[in-house]
């Protein structure tokens, strides 16, 4: 049966552009699917209780308590639940945790599983099974980030101009750091679980030189584009050219139009601070205001300020070109 393919944005999902990270849990009944459908965010879905089969890249996947599924920007997949099933979601904007990329160099794996699709423009990997430690860890951390999740049948994918928005699980100012804590410790959990189910996946047989490179890339990208290109070489102990070769070999990418993807995405989590886009342009090194307005567009599909505008308004569906490479 051919399946109608749907987009959700971020307003779906009640997910803020201020803040845009939610945990929502799900209960479906007996005999239950959803029909196919894209995001225009991330989404993992990991499965509590009962079972389902998770429809994806052609693939029929079954999903046990324990299984997680990781979707990026653009990825459609289904779901079929034969009997009944509980799955907490968890969706999230991977360009407004591009501070954290640097940090995340050290986890090749967490990189591979969750922000592989902002880097290289591939997709993630299949579902798996957490073992049952890391399961019982993860089960913690979801009561400590959303101890009053949302339960409702899904898709429950309104406007939240018709229902609003439910109260979230923690308030006051410490909650955002609060949250991005737990998810970015559940993350880790995820990563070094299927470092050590998986050591030798084919999704994830990357030369480890190149992280030392996308390192020296995120120690620069505050200085102007022509600086990366031997600090790279150095990174890599080789010549510019044929660090350049390496990188276009590894990645798809030539450094420079790598280097100007991660200063757009740096730009994000500026912007919605409230930071003008001249002075965005300044902080990140581009040549004057258009260039950055120009640069922008070209990932995002937008100029910078109506992607504030968007994301800020909570409404709507912003299709980027952010699945893929340029």
């Known amino acids: 049966m051919a399946l109608k ?3 959700y944005s971020a307003a779906q999902v009640q997910m803020q552009g201020v803040f845009p990270l939610r945990f929502q849990r799900f209960e479906m ?28 890249d052609g693939l029929e996947q079954a999903l046990e308590p324990g299984s997680i599924y990781i979707l990026t920007p653009g990825e459609s997949h289904a779901l079929r639940v034969p009997q009944s099933w509980t799955v907490q979601n968890i969706y999230y904007s991977p360009e407004l945790f591009s501070r954290e990329y640097g940090a995340f160099l050290s986890l090749p794996r967490l990189m591979g599983l969750f922000f592989h699709r902002e880097l290289f423009g591939s997709s993630g990997v299949p579902c798996f099974r957490l073992t049952p430690a890391v399961f ?14 949302d339960v409702g049948e899904k898709p429950a ?17 410490a909650a955002p750091i609060v949250l991005r804590s737990l998810f970015t410790a559940l993350l880790v959990l995820v990563a070094e679980d299927h470092q050590r189910q998986f050591p030798d996946h084919p999704a994830f047989a990357i030369d480890g030189r190149i992280f030392a490179a996308l390192a020296a890339v995120e120690n620069l990208l505050e200085g ?10 150095d990174a890599l102990g080789m010549t510019r050219e044929y660090a350049s070769s390496f990188f276009h070999a590894k990645t798809g990418s030539t450094i420079r139009d790598y280097v100007l993807r991660r200063r757009v995405l740096r730009a994000c989590p500026l912007l919605l601070e409230g930071r003008s886009v001249t002075a965005v342009a300044h902080e990140l090194g581009f040549w004057d205001t258009p260039h950055f307005t120009r640069s922008f567009r070209k990932i995002f599909g937008c100029a910078p300020r109506d992607y504030r505008e968007h994301l800020q308004s909570g409404y709507g569906s912003l299709d980027s070109g952010m699945g893929r490479p340029n």
């Open 136 to 149: 019982a860890q993860i089960e913690k951390i979801l009561e400590l980030a959303a101890p009053d999740a």
């Open 224 to 233: 102007p584009a022509r600086d990366v290109v031997p600090a790279v070489g």
């Open 29 to 56: 009944g007996r005999q239950r699917e959803t029909e196919e459908h894209t995001h225009a965010f991330c989404e993992i879905g990991l499965s509590l209780g009962g079972g389902a089969i998770h429809l994806h």
């Open 5 to 7: 393919k749907r987009r």
């Open 157 to 173: 994918l309104e406007d939240p101009r018709d229902g609003g928005t439910p109260a979230p699980a923690l308030s006051g100012l």
